[in-house]
């Protein structure tokens, strides 16, 4: 099977909004804890840990936290990759408002109804 990948526009209403704009957050916060790790030379935390040692990331969904990790990993894996042809510089700290809001979720993660439409 293709990979495949699917954009949408929305136009959220302000409750999800608020929702959204949580899932941005927690998926920015948890980019920088892998980050601080990476820079202070520790073992990545699993997502497990850290939504154990921070309440507010047990209110977002599991999967997008994922992909932050999975992007995570990339990222590092590109850094270290030495036949690359342009090297890539360390991964950086994403701020609010500077850093586009996205998160990657797999389709089966989206309510669908009886006919596989979301």
Same mark, same amino acid.
């Given at each position: 099977?293709?990979?495949?990948? /699917?954009?949408?526009?929305? /136009? ?10 949580? &899932? ?5 916060? %948890?980019?920088? #804890?892998? %980050?601080?790790?990476?820079? +202070?030379?520790?073992?990545? !935390?699993?997502? @497990?840990? !850290?939504?154990? +040692?921070?309440?507010? !990331?047990?209110? &977002? @969904? @599991?999967?997008?936290?994922?992909? &932050? ?6 990222? %590092? ?7 690359? +042809?342009?090297? !890539? ?8 408002? +500077? @850093?586009?809001?996205? %998160?990657? #979720? ?13």
């Amino acid at each position: 099977m293709g990979n495949n990948s /699917y954009k949408f526009r929305i /136009y959220p209403t302000r409750t999800q909004q608020r929702k959204l704009g949580k &899932v941005f957050g927690c998926a920015r916060f %948890v980019w920088n #804890q892998f %980050v601080d790790g990476f820079n +202070k030379h520790e073992k990545p !935390l699993k997502i @497990s840990e !850290l939504r154990a +040692k921070h309440e507010f !990331l047990k209110d &977002v @969904s @599991s999967c997008a936290m994922g992909e &932050v990790r999975r992007n995570f990993r990339e990222t %590092v894996n590109q850094f270290f990759n030495k036949k690359r +042809k342009a090297q !890539l510089g360390r991964p950086k700290f994403k701020k609010r408002g +500077k @850093s586009r809001g996205e %998160v990657s #979720q797999p389709i089966e993660a989206f309510n669908t109804n009886k006919e596989g439409r979301v």
